[in-house]
């Protein structure tokens, strides 16, 4: 296993907890426990995002430029669906 496919497994590792700990944050009902599962979910998401970096630096994630007219298009149709949910306090 090479640098690249061990940090792709740790981020993929990373991803998968970060997953499970969303699932479990919407289900518990305990508040202690609720507590310690976020400091836990903000300590998997720091790491994420760390890996992310260091795969980006290397050039082993890579991402393509969008034009900004295709960016205006996705933001207005997504915008849109908005009308189309309940009203919730604190959405824009």
Request: glycine share 6%; no cysteine; aromatic share 16%.
């Amino acid at each position: 296993m090479n640098e690249r496919d061990f940090i792709n497994d740790m981020l993929s590792t990373e991803k998968y907890l970060k997953s499970s700990y969303g699932v479990a944050l919407n289900e518990l009902s305990n508040q202690t426990l609720y507590q310690d599962i976020q400091s836990i979910n903000t300590e998997v998401e720091t790491a994420q995002r760390e890996l992310y970096y260091l795969m980006f630096e290397k050039g082993w994630y890579a991402l393509e430029k969008e034009e900004p007219q295709k960016v205006g298009q996705a933001y207005q149709q997504f915008n849109g669906y908005k009308n189309q949910f309940p009203y919730s306090p604190g959405i824009q």
